[in-house]
């Protein structure tokens, strides 16, 4: 076997090989891209629902911050209510008393 036979093969064998290096390198280039055009929306995307749960709770906050300020006139309310409710029945109770005692003199 000649220098050119045992060279012949490699001869061959070195641009397939070259020609695979290119394919893996613009292949492995192309996949870079797609993943970052992927993260870009995924990121779009997750800034756009980080907006949206933003306006939705900022909404609920406000009617539960609502909804609390009326229990708390309602119980404002109450309490004067039943404070005016209690006024009555000492009232009545002092009245009975009375009342009462006038009967039980009577009877005496």
């Known amino acids: 076997m000649t220098a050119w036979e045992s060279i012949l093969p490699l001869?061959?064998?070195?641009?397939?090989?070259g020609v695979f290096i290119a394919f893996v390198l613009v292949r492995d280039g192309r996949e870079q891209a797609s993943q970052a055009a992927?993260?870009?929306r995924a990121?779009?995307?997750q800034t756009k629902r980080d907006a949206e749960w933003q306006?939705?709770?900022?909404?609920?906050?406000?009617?539960?911050?609502?909804?609390l300020l009326r229990i708390a006139d309602e119980m404002a309310e109450m309490s004067k209510l039943t404070t005016v409710t209690n006024a009555l029945l000492v009232q009545h109770d002092s009245a009975?008393?009375?009342?009462?005692?006038?009967?039980l003199a009577k009877v005496e």
Request: hydrophobic share 45%; no cysteine; net charge neutral.
């Open 96 to 103: 009975t008393r009375e009342m009462a005692g006038r009967i």
């Open 38 to 40: 992927r993260e870009i």
């Open 55 to 67: 306006a939705f709770l900022k909404e609920q906050r406000e009617a539960n911050n609502g909804t």
């Open 11 to 17: 001869l061959v064998q070195v641009p397939l090989v």
């Open 43 to 45: 990121d779009a995307a």
